[in-house]
């Protein structure tokens, strides 16, 4: 009963540096998504993925990149890591349709990300 | 503006209170209605949903929509200390990429 799974928990980076957070999930679900969560912000969409092979940008994309490898992993990427990316990251997955409102997003336990 | 506003509290009751969330929205769209839970460095879970207007209950948990004041709550009966958690309200116009408040943290003492 895995869910999502989110690695690494924390991190630490330079400005400048890059990484890749990875996601997976195994429910089967269609969609992925992406989050960031400052404190006073609420969670803020970055991109999702509605299927595989397809992603789009959410509220907050500038500085991220992201890649559905298949319908079980979304990754995101930060190519050069600056401190206002400095956040707490949120990989969900989702039923389409109307099968999202029996479930919800299925969060992971989150990625703690510093940027120094 | 933000489109969906809470208050981020920390809102204090004492064990067996009844508590009261809130979110406002200026989206008139907005018809699919979620309440999630999160504990301290843990994902958000959900807790609720609702389709357009109305209550809906399930245990100590009621969930309320009103659309014509856009407001939606989320009433906790005799709320328990492992209910201390931050709730967040979500929402969406066609039921995808909901939009989440910033939460409302909750600390209920024994």
């Known amino acids: 009963n895995a869910g999502v799974t989110q690695t690494p928990k924390f991190q630490v980076l330079k400005t400048g540096q890059s990484m890749t957070l990875q996601c997976a999930q195994d429910?089967?679900?269609?969609?992925m998504y992406w989050y960031r969560q400052d404190p006073g912000m609420g969670l803020r969409l970055i991109y999702y993925?509605?299927?595989?092979?397809?992603?789009d940008k959410g509220e907050v994309p500038n500085g991220y990149n992201v890649s559905r490898l298949n319908k079980r992993e979304f990754s995101l990427r930060l190519e050069s890591a600056a401190p206002s990316q400095t956040s707490v990251y949120f990989c969900?997955?989702?039923?389409?349709?109307?099968?999202?409102?029996?479930?919800?997003?299925?969060f992971g336990s989150g990625t703690r990300l510093t940027v120094v | 503006q933000k489109e969906v506003e809470q208050d981020p509290g920390p809102l204090s009751v004492p064990e067996g209170a009844i508590v009261s969330l809130n979110c406002t929205y200026s989206?008139?769209?907005?018809?699919?209605f979620m309440w999630y839970r999160q504990y301290s460095r843990k994902g958000p879970e959900l807790l609720m949903y609702?389709?357009?207007?109305g209550n809906k209950e399930d245990g100590r948990f009621t969930a309320q929509v009103d659309k014509s004041s856009k407001y939606i709550s989320l009433f906790i009966r005799d709320s328990q200390p492992s209910d201390s958690a931050t709730y967040l309200c979500?929402?969406?116009?066609?039921?995808?990429?909901?939009?989440f408040g910033p939460g409302t943290r909750l600390s209920v003492l024994p």
């Open positions: 969900a997955s989702s039923e389409n349709g109307e099968a999202i409102m029996d479930y919800g997003y299925t």
């Open positions: 429910m089967n679900h269609n969609s």
């Open positions: 993925s509605a299927s595989e092979g397809t992603t």
């Open positions: 989206n008139s769209a907005f018809q699919y």
């Open positions: 609702t389709y357009s207007s």
């Open positions: 979500a929402m969406s116009d066609y039921g995808q990429n909901f939009v």
